[in-house]
Nanobody, 130 residues
């Protein structure tokens, strides 16, 4: 059974940094494209970043986080990361990691489409104060 557990959220001031982690289990982690999504209160869930299957896999970012956030994965540890720098109050949201399915090849803005992902974590809260 696929399980995704996020950690690393918290409260920071604008301009600060956080590193989110997502520990995966129950499947062949390296075979799945992975993504980070976020949802603020009263808003729809939006794609933040996605990464291909390989250790140095291709990545894709939402324009709102490009240049500030970095997605990465360690296939030896079955862990996905999101390094978030220069945080802004508008980054405040619940952040979720998601796994696609084996053999599904994602590229471009498909990485940011929630319907490309079959498995979801419970989320970790990020709050950025001004």
């Amino acid at each position: 059974q696929v399980a995704l557990v996020e950690s690393g959220g918290g409260s920071v001031q604008a301009g600060g940094s956080l590193r989110l982690s997502c520990a995966a289990s129950g499947y062949t982690y390296s075979s799945y494209c992975m993504g980070w999504f976020r949802q603020a209160p009263g808003q729809e869930r939006e794609g933040v970043a996605g990464i291909d299957t390989g250790g140095g896999g291709s990545t894709y970012y939402a324009d709102s986080v490009k240049g500030r956030f970095t997605i990465s994965r360690d296939n030896t540890k079955n862990t996905l990361y999101l390094q978030m720098n220069s945080l802004k109050p508008e980054d405040t949201a619940m952040y979720y990691c998601a796994a696609s399915s084996p053999g599904r090849w994602l590229y471009g803005d498909r990485f940011l489409n929630e319907y490309e992902y079959n498995y979801w974590g419970q989320g970790t809260q990020v709050t950025v104060s001004s």
